[in-house]
C-alpha cells in the first residue's frame, strides 16, 4: 500500500520568511496530492492540493510542486503570518484510497 | 468545500457502553465517507471506507465487529463503537468524499473519552 513520509516534523520560521513542507510516497498510481491545514482540535482544512498531471500550482502565499518521477511534492508558505501556525499533513491518494504523512507542526514567530 | 458535520463533538461514556458518532454530508451526495482516527499529536489513521448501501471495508487490525459503521444514504454514515474501553479514548473525524475528483472534506470530529 501506499505510505507517505513528511519532513520536517517540526518547523519553526519567523514572520515573514518562507516554510517549506517535504513529503514523499511509495506508490506510483497515486494520482491527488492534497495539504490540509489542522489547528489544534479542529478539522483538517483543504489548503491547497494537486494531481499528477500538474507539476505545480500556486494559490496567494501558498505553492505546491509534485515530481512524479522521484514521487516527491513539497508544500511551500511564503510570507508566513502567526495564523499560518498549525500542523500540515500531506496526503497521497489513489483515487479514494488517501493516506497521510506524520503532519508537520509549523510555528510562525512574530 | 463541502460542509460536513459530525455529532457528538465530544462524549464521555463509561466501559463496556456504547457510543454512536454520526457524520452528515450538509451540502452534496457522499458517495463514499472515510472514518480516521488521531490520537494526540499524531496523523491521521483510516478506519475504514465506506460506500453508500454497502458494507464498509475495513483497514487491517480495525476490528469491524467493534467499530460498527453503517452508511445508509448519501448524507449520513455513522460509527458505533461498541463495547467502549480506556484505549478507544480517541478523536474519531469522518471525512466525506467520493465526488470525481475524490477530494475529501473533513467534519469537526468527535473527541471520545471512554472511563
Known amino acids: 500500500g501506499e505510505n507517505v513520509e513528511q519532513h520536517p516534523s517540526t518547523l519553526s520560521v519567523q514572520e515573514g520568511d518562507s516554510a517549506v513542507i517535504k513529503c514523499t510516497y511509495s506508490?506510483?498510481?497515486?494520482?491527488?496530492f492534497p495539504w490540509y491545514k489542522q489547528e489544534l482540535g479542529k478539522r483538517p482544512q483543504l489548503i491547497i492540493d494537486?494531481?499528477?498531471?500538474?507539476g505545480e500550482k500556486k494559490d496567494q502565499r501558498i505553492a505546491v510542486t509534485l515530481n512524479k518521477t522521484a514521487k516527491h511534492f513539497s508544500l511551500h508558505i511564503t510570507e508566513t503570518q502567526p495564523e499560518d501556525s498549525a500542523v500540515y499533513f500531506c496526503?497521497?491518494?489513489?483515487?479514494?484510497?488517501?493516506?497521510f504523512g506524520a503532519g508537520t507542526r509549523l510555528t510562525v514567530k512574530p | 468545500g463541502a460542509v460536513v458535520s459530525q455529532h457528538p463533538s465530544w462524549v464521555i461514556c463509561k466501559s463496556g457502553t456504547s457510543v454512536k458518532i454520526e457524520c452528515r454530508s450538509l451540502?452534496?451526495?457522499?458517495?463514499?465517507m472515510f472514518w480516521y482516527r488521531q490520537f494526540p499529536k499524531q496523523s491521521l489513521m483510516l478506519m475504514a471506507t465506506?460506500?453508500?448501501?454497502?458494507?464498509?471495508?475495513?483497514e487491517q487490525g480495525v476490528e469491524k465487529d467493534k467499530f460498527l459503521i453503517n452508511h445508509a444514504s448519501l448524507t449520513l454514515s455513522t460509527l458505533t463503537v461498541t463495547s467502549a474501553h480506556p484505549e478507544d479514548s480517541s478523536f474519531y473525524i469522518c471525512?466525506?468524499?467520493?465526488?470525481?475528483?475524490?477530494?475529501?472534506?473533513f467534519g469537526p470530529g468527535t473527541r471520545l473519552t471512554v472511563t
Open positions: 506508490d506510483s498510481a497515486s494520482n491527488y
Open positions: 471525512s466525506a468524499g467520493g465526488g470525481i475528483n475524490y477530494e475529501q472534506y
Open positions: 451540502d452534496f451526495q457522499a458517495t463514499t
Open positions: 465506506s460506500n453508500e448501501g454497502s458494507k464498509a471495508t475495513y
Open positions: 494537486i494531481r499528477s498531471n500538474v
Open positions: 496526503a497521497a491518494a489513489n483515487n479514494n484510497d488517501m493516506r
